[in-house]
């Protein structure tokens, strides 16, 4: 049975994972630029739930409390990422991939060490007590934990309102097209920048989910929790193919199973701490095998 | 005087720089001598030749190869944990060993390990470029500092046992003598040397050395190729320039160096242990800043930030707690400067302005 568990907490972080992917593989694949700070976004959301849960709604219905602090992390977690995007990347949308890197990276220092100076340096608990109503009972040693059943629900019924918003509103078209290809859906009259913030608005928005999935699957945070989700993350949209919505979903799934066997295994040979290089060493063999991810589209380069 | 006209301005320039350096050593040096410099400041000069050599490296990559690595701290730590390994090692198998035997040799080696692992890393990434190279460097540096926090090292009875498990190594000898212990790392490594002038002197003999390599190798024909590749790939590639040859060599050079940084790094701190502040991608993004901030491409600049940013921070305690946050900030606002049409048009006519001052004097010079 203990073969099981592990599969569904890997489910379980692979949702997450998948959740945080959505967001990379998104502004990948319409501004072409990593968003190094999109984990740190995550962690700001988590926070933000955290405060609320302990500040605004300790004494409400917990489901109630729990769905008005999502909301805020919400909110904020866009704003904050439209906020990042006017200021730090816009003025960059000419420049070297090189030099909106660095940027990135400095907005990313810059978020984890606000953080530290607010909120301290010091992880925050939290219980989510009352995710167990949640809890699936199938029989005597097989329990799936409330949180495993929140995330896979939040998570599937995310990406089929995502799939469904490209697909068929008038903003998704637009995304799709300045994806495919920028300077021409500006000449259709679509407005460039304000789809690239869309987007960064909903990259945002989805790290906010992230981060409330990351209280409730760790029930602790603290201002370098985001770092490592972000680049196992990325990891995730890398493997399924970066800009590919399924793939961000299938990547983010596989690798959180991944993680979880293979920290099971580590843990019987007592080398527990070596858990994330194994999650490196499959995005190092991703990009040297494939690099163009499972569901990837090969793009040629044009002289 | 007449010669330094006729000089190739490549040339001058590394002259400029070298003197330079040999100047603040010396001026450095007489501080020690006469007991004027402060404690705390003394203890900062190696960490000041280490961080140049650490930022000129990468330069090497970020400037003038044109790729962002951000692991270097990797090879960092596989110099520091390599040089501390044989340095305690020989320590245990030939005590009578002459400590200049054995400093040379912890450098060597530690340099050449760092470097197989740079060709390693180099190999790796020889179909990727951007933002991809830049994500399999950081994975790199981490798996690597990850591995030595799980190494097990010891002499038993004149032989040398590893173990790559978290735990230590079984059956060894009570005589036996550790040397690593996985996530407490290495202790007890002899420094340099007990005189702060004298450690000052071998960390400054090594950084010169190094910079005098580097500056020599961006002027070279080898160099000249590798910003090729920097500036216009697909041209560099259809002139016949072999990028992959140019690329492995930048990397591979450029992970000797933090290897001979690290060592360096591993002698003057006497313990050392894999953690992720000190190894991890923090470290890496830290050296970046360096770079960053001296300007990408220039040796010069990042010598300067290097010195800056280790001084900088011990002077201004009270900013400690601020001090990433202003690393980010100047991440942020060099790039944005950099990127900025109004803002560099007006940095370039303050350049222009400085540099025709220089000529009008020359000029006058000249008159005279």
Partial sequence: ?303 | MSKLKTMRQSTRKKCFILLGMLIAFGIFEILIATNTLSNQMQNLLVPMCYNIILAVSLNLVVGILGELSLGHAGFMCVGAFVGAFVSKVLGVLYPDLSKWIVFPLAFLIGGLVAAIFGLLVGFTILRLKGDYLAIVTLAAGEIIWNIFSVTYAAVDNGKIRFSLGGTNIKGLSPSAKQIATGAQGISGIDPLSSNAGVRFAIAFAITFVVVWLVLNFIHSRTGRAVQSYRDNRIAAESIGINITKYRLITIVLSAFLAGIAGVLYSHELGVISAKQEVFGYVMSINILVFVVLGGMGSTLGSIIAAVLLTVLPEWLRVLNDYRMLIYAVVLIGVMLINNNPTISSYVDAFKNKVKSLFKRKNKAKEAQ
């Fill in chain 1, 1 to 303: 049975m203990s073969f099981l568990n592990t599969l569904f907490n890997g489910i379980s972080l692979g949702s997450m994972y998948a959740l945080i992917a959505l967001g990379y593989t998104m502004v990948y694949g319409i501004a072409k630029m990593l968003n190094f700070a999109h984990g740190d976004v995550i962690m700001v959301g988590g926070i933000v739930t955290l405060e609320v849960m302990q500040n605004f709604v300790s004494g409400m219905n917990p489901i109630v409390g729990a769905l008005i602090s999502l909301l805020a992390a919400v909110i904020i977690c866009t704003l904050l990422g439209v906020v990042i995007e006017k200021i730090a990347y816009k003025p960059l949308r000419s420049a070297s991939s090189l030099a909106v890197l660095i940027t990135a990276i400095g907005v990313s220092y810059f978020l984890q060490n606000v953080a530290l100076l607010t909120f301290g340096s010091k992880k925050k608990m939290i219980s989510f007590a009352f995710l167990d109503k949640f809890d699936i009972k199938i029989n005597e040693q097989l329990t799936i934990q409330g949180s495993t059943v929140i995330n896979i629900v939040t998570m599937v019924v995310i990406m089929i309102l995502l799939m469904l918003f490209i697909k068929f509103t008038k903003a998704g078209t637009a995304m799709r097209a300045v994806s495919e290809d920028n300077g021409a859906a500006q000449l259709m009259g679509i407005n460039v920048n304000g789809t690239i913030s869309l987007t960064f608005a909903i990259g945002s928005a989805l790290a906010g989910v992230a981060g409330f999935m990351f209280l409730g699957s760790y029930a602790a945070i603290g201002a370098y929790s985001g770092t490592m989700p972000g680049i196992k993350a990325f990891t995730a949209a890398v493997f399924g193919g970066i800009g590919s919505i399924p793939g961000a979903m299938i990547g983010g799934l596989l690798l959180g199973v991944i993680e979880n066997f293979a920290k099971s295994i580590l843990a019987n040979m007592q080398l527990g701490t070596l858990v994330d290089p194994i999650v490196f060493i499959v995005l190092i063999l991703v990009l040297l095998i494939k690099p163009s991810g499972l569901l990837g589209k090969q793009v040629r380069e044009k002289v």
